[in-house]
């Protein structure tokens, strides 16, 4: 079947299924010219007449009914699919496929994904850890969480988050035991806890901003590890100085069980975007998604 056959093929089982141009043209939303026009298009198309026209009623003839037994099945589970996907247009439902670096996961994921399950029970999550950048429509994915907003050009970004401010923190015990760095210098012959990236095994610069310049110190850490989490819990048990988002370690630093250091020099960093491809038509599932986390930032 060619694609122009289709365009009078709805009208063929309107008027099949009413037995009256009248009554198919109303239903359909079109004028009854415009319908008759169509169903002609389709018989010239197909070069045999399906209808049997009087001024009184309109039948099918032997090939209009053997037309109809084969496509009209078919064309009934295609108006049935359109049908149910203009019910869920505004209804979030189905498979949110989302990749997140790992820094996202206790900042945004963790505390997010509970309460917007709750909110949209017909939403199933699928949350992929990486931290380099991927390929949303390549591998899948409805959208996406990174750290800035520079993303490729036909990208949406989506602040979801503050700005995220980092803090070098260590236990009081082992600054009793080791010294409190004054300057990003001092941390030469310290013990460090750092974030190595799993996308390419590098171990995540320490940023910081000493008399106006940006300048990344590059530690010879004693533990590395790809979660902010552990490398927090390293630090409070008195195994070295970590750099981290400040958010992560608000709790130990609020019972004094880390201390912050270098809080001079340490910047903050971009906030968390949500980017997916486009505005338009973007899926009830996404757009409840993006909605819910701006609303939490």
Not at 28 to 38: M, N, T
Not at 250 to 259: E, N, P
Request: with cysteine; net charge neutral; glycine share 6%.
């Amino acid at each position: 079947m060619r694609l122009d056959q289709l365009s009078g093929l709805i009208a063929f089982l309107k008027v099949a299924e009413t037995k009256s141009f009248t009554r198919a043209a109303a239903e359909l939303g079109v004028s009854p010219p415009s319908l008759s026009e169509a169903v002609r298009g389709l018989e010239a198309r197909l070069g045999v007449r399906l209808l049997n026209r009087t001024t009184r009623s309109v039948g099918l003839t032997e090939a209009g009914a053997a037309y109809l037994d084969r496509v009209g099945p078919a064309a009934e589970e295609i108006l049935t699919a359109g049908a149910a996907l203009k019910e869920t247009r505004d209804h979030p439902a189905g498979l949110l496929r989302i990749s997140v670096p790992w820094i996202a996961g206790p900042l945004l994921m963790e505390p997010l994904m509970t309460p917007f399950l709750k909110a949209y029970p017909d939403v199933k999550l699928d949350l992929v850890f990486d931290d380099g950048f991927v390929d949303l429509a390549a591998e899948g994915f409805d959208a996406g969480i990174r750290i800035g907003e520079l993303l490729e050009q036909d990208m949406i970004a989506v602040r979801v988050s503050a700005a995220l401010r980092t803090a070098v923190v260590a236990s009081p015990d082992y600054l009793a035991r080791h010294g409190t760095p004054a300057r990003p210098a001092d941390l030469d012959g310290h013990a460090c806890i750092a974030y190595r990236l799993a996308s390419n095994r590098a171990i995540a610069p320490w940023d910081f901003v000493v008399d106006g310049r940006d300048i990344a110190y590059r530690p010879d850490p004693r533990l590395s590890a790809n979660t902010m989490p552990l490398m927090v819990d390293a630090a409070a048990r008195g195994l070295g100085l970590a750099f981290v988002v400040e958010r992560l370690a608000a709790a130990r630093i609020g019972d004094a069980t880390l201390v912050k250091v270098l809080e001079a020099y340490c910047p903050a960093y971009d906030p968390l975007h949500i980017y997916y491809p486009s505005r338009r038509l973007t899926p009830p599932k996404l757009r409840a998604f993006v909605d819910f986390a701006r609303s939490r930032r």
